[in-house]
């Protein structure tokens, strides 16, 4: 499992130089065997998960925030949910994360780890903007679409959770 995850580990000691370097205060999140990643908060719910998969894809970067956990198990209200936002706004996808566990509606871009290296502010624009659109999402959901489910929380369980989630 160590030699698998290695890379990902050392792209996320680049990430953690970053976040230092743009003024960001993050926790490091348990590894796990597809990847590793650490979690920076703005505020009671606003969050993103910065994690970086193992297995040849640890060139890049995912920025995910969690829009809602535990919704309905009805895939086409949350497919529709997921389709109105994306094609609203293709910058900051939502896809519907179906699962044994439980379902959600993540928000994830992914990005390659360099390119964010050299553009720092870039890379603090979009790892900020991420959890303030999941939160707007999060409000329409409310309004229009009955799917239940919660709020992200900063808990360890949350941050766990989304982690592996970011990775699958």
Not at 57 to 72: A, F, H, N, R
Request: net charge negative; aromatic share 10%.
């Amino acid at each position: 499992m160590e030699e698998f995850s290695a890379l990902a580990k050392s792209q996320v000691g680049r990430i953690k130089s970053l976040c230092v370097q743009v003024g960001f205060t993050y926790i490091e999140l348990p590894d796990q065997i597809f990847g590793a990643g650490l979690a920076v908060g703005f505020g009671a719910g606003d969050y993103v998960v910065l994690s970086v998969l193992a297995g040849g894809q640890e060139s890049k970067l995912m920025i995910t925030s969690g829009v809602l956990k535990d919704i309905k198990r009805d895939r086409l209200p949350a497919l529709n949910a997921c389709n109105s936002f994306t094609s609203g706004n293709t910058l900051f996808p939502v896809y519907l994360h179906d699962a044994e566990a439980g379902w959600s509606l993540l928000m994830q871009l992914t990005y390659p780890v360099d390119v964010l290296l050299d553009v720092p502010d870039y890379f603090s624009t979009l790892t900020r903007t991420v959890p303030q659109v999941a939160a707007s999402h999060r409000a329409e959901i409310a309004e229009k679409y009955d799917l239940g489910g919660q709020p992200w929380a900063w808990t360890a369980d949350d941050l766990g959770l989304l982690l592996t989630k970011s990775l699958m």
